[in-house]
């Protein structure tokens, strides 16, 4: 299938599954472990406090990276974000009238050079793996010196994590597998590390919780019990979020990477 092809197979998904996922993301118990998530991952980050920043969020969804930004790191935020789907882009409009969005492809959009202090771009590469690459440079290129690149993807540790994933992809209506990929760990750094990224922090947060907690829309029979239940199932996770062992077993990994205020010659 052309390229052409497959990011139109991929918007016309997206579009037909919108208003399921949006739904789902209101679940009580997937807010929770998302807050659990973010507080440990960001912890101490407090280098945007008592400023404005501008914000970018590629491949946006609903904007989750606005509310996670200014409930942890900045309250001031100018955002921008936008999608390739339309209907997400109408949806998040219509709740949100004011916000700065709107429909674009991000294999070919290119965002004003050196202007955003922020880009957040969650769980968007991996619907556009063939390019995922591209979209890190492009958006990479968008921060200002000193500027962060924080994102949150499907990674897999081992063999048996990605052949688990492609079989969930094959057979759950809530993905595409001809256009969905998830990617090793050491592919995902390398894409951020070529863009000229310098790393600041990583976690693998994809664990018992996230397992169970974090897309309770396609896997319902696993959003077991009440929020007692998913601090428990984190607190089992959270001694194993930046090791060797939490690596290898996660089905996803949150990275936090910095743009150098000066660049560094190949010399060192």
Known sequence: MADQDLRERQREHF??????????????NHLLLKDLMWAHALRGMDRFRGQKV???????????????????????V??????????????????????????????????????????????GLHHVPDYAALVVEKSARALKPGGIFINLEPTSGNVVSRKIREAIYRRNSLFDERTERDFGCGELFAMFENAGLRRLRITHPGLLSYVLYYNPDAFPRLNLGGLGAVRRAFSVDKPFLESAIGRFFSFATLSVWERPLQATSASG
């Open 78 to 123: 100018e955002y921008s974000g936008y999608d390739y789907s339309e209907k997400v882009i109408e949806l998040l409009k219509d709740q949100h009238p004011q916000i700065n969005c709107w429909t674009a492809d991000a294999t070919k959009f290119d965002p004003l050079p050196g202007h955003y202090d922020i880009v957040i771009l969650l769980g």
């Open 15 to 28: 579009n037909s599954i919108a208003g399921r996922y949006q739904a789902a993301r209101r679940n009580a």
């Open 54 to 76: 501008e914000v970018l969020e590629p491949l946006c969804g609903f904007a989750d990276g606005k509310s996670i930004i200014e409930r942890y790191l900045c309250d001031n």
